[in-house]
């Protein structure tokens, strides 16, 4: 009796505990979406120049994935539950550092200690959502990712909100954003410490539960794995494209103002956080490749129409561009655990890893670009990377035992 109990409760969804975690990822990702969001304060107050705007993100971005692989390989062996609030008081010092910041070097440094916090974050967070899911890893990853998404999209509003008018010292105040979120995960870690036992029923590849996969050979795994990684090169470099140049894209094609251009950037991302909500459930109803292939290649004609639109086609675009593609993210990271069962640590903080550093790098290229080439080049030749979706007819179908 006291089996089946256990049992069963192992496999109910902590909803409770999966909307604390996806508040955890809204504060830490508004955090970071303040650094692209501030980028023309930036530019115009450190006389910067594209290439070292896109060196900020490269810094930033790097040491969100340089340590997650690590970080989720270790806590796959060894959870360590107060890594939550450890990542989040980085974050909250490299915010407190940038507000300060009126030097490119301690710029640099500051967006250093913000993606320190994100990398160690990010693995533990997903691992929870993944613990909190109750066999519905679809939708937990989906409520795991919205936060973060709408936390994006946040920053560049609360930068034109409270930022562009009063300048970059009011910063300082999204610290305290980060501390009510330390005091949360104070109180999260308690439940995840007293519930690691829900681990133990993901992890067994052979038993024929709901949401586990059939035997598929090493090599197709791996090779799936890789396909899948490629499809988050065609996404990340594109969504960089837009996180930290569309407001100078719109600044410059349309001579919008810094604060109107953030409204915009605002809209695209608010519209990227609810395509991430839809694309997990969805996922878990139609399967996760379907998802995959209507968000990356569903989203070219948008792309490739966007550069020759007037402003506002450009924001009704960019909002589809937004919704479409982040559907995504969640598909990809819970078909990667599905494939790969025992180490949902180590995935997501690939993945995740992976993602953020295809980002760095190729915002940093991008900036190079924009400086040889000019802003809305950049933006007609990212438009073509959504084509690189047709490879998803090479990913191997998952069946549900």
């Not at 990702?29 to 650094?35: A, G, K, N, R, V």
């Not at 490629?230 to 494209?241: D, G, M, N, P, Q």
Request: aromatic share 14%.
């Amino acid at each position: 009796m006291t089996t089946d109990k256990g049992t069963q409760v192992a496999h109910n969804t902590a909803f409770t505990v999966l909307l604390a975690v996806s508040f955890m990822h809204l504060s830490n990702d508004t955090l970071q979406s303040l650094i692209p969001a501030m980028y023309p304060l930036l530019k115009e107050g450190l006389a910067l120049n594209f290439s070292q705007v896109g060196l900020i993100t490269l810094v930033f971005q790097l040491c969100s994935s340089l340590f997650q692989p690590v970080i989720g390989w270790y806590t796959d062996k060894k959870p360590q539950p107060y890594s939550l609030p450890i990542g989040m008081t980085f974050s909250m010092i490299g915010v407190i550092m940038l507000s300060f910041a009126h030097t490119f070097p301690l710029v640099l440094f500051s967006v250093a200690l913000t993606g320190l916090g994100s990398s160690v974050l990010h693995p533990e967070a997903s691992r929870l959502a993944y613990m909190a899911s109750g066999g519905k890893r679809g939708l937990a990853q989906s409520i795991f990712q919205v936060g973060g998404n709408f936390g994006s999209s946040l920053g560049p509003l609360l930068a034109a909100l409270l930022i562009a008018p009063y300048g970059q010292s009011n910063l300082i105040w999204f610290a305290l954003l980060a501390l009510v979120c330390i005091l949360l995960m104070l109180r999260v870690t308690r439940w995840y410490k007293n519930n690691l036992h829900r681990l133990k029923p993901a992890e067994k590849p052979k038993i024929a539960t709901h949401g586990m996969v059939d035997y598929i050979p090493k090599k197709k795994v791996y090779f799936a794995i890789g396909i899948l990684l490629v499809l988050i090169f065609s996404k990340y470099v594109y969504l960089t494209s837009i996180t930290s140049y569309y407001t100078f894209y719109l600044i410059h094609k349309f001579d919008v103002s810094i604060q109107h251009s953030q409204y915009l950037l605002f809209l695209y991302l608010f519209a990227a956080a609810v395509g991430t909500f839809v694309g997990g459930p969805v996922g878990d109803r139609i399967g996760r490749k379907y998802v995959i292939w209507i968000s990356i290649l569903g989203v070219a004609p948008f792309t490739l129409a966007m550069p020759h639109l007037s402003l506002l086609w450009t924001v009704l675009f960019s909002v589809f561009i937004g919704f479409i593609l982040s559907s995504a993210f969640s598909a990809i990271l819970v078909y990667a655990q599905e494939l790969m069962p025992g180490k949902v640590g180590l995935i997501a903080g690939f993945f995740f890893g992976f993602a953020f550093g295809v980002a760095g790098i190729g915002s940093a290229y991008l900036g190079r670009l924009a400086d040889s080439i000019g802003i809305e080049q950049v933006y007609f030749i990212c438009s073509f990377l959504p084509l690189i979706g047709l490879i998803t007819v090479f990913l191997p179908n998952v069946k549900k035992n």
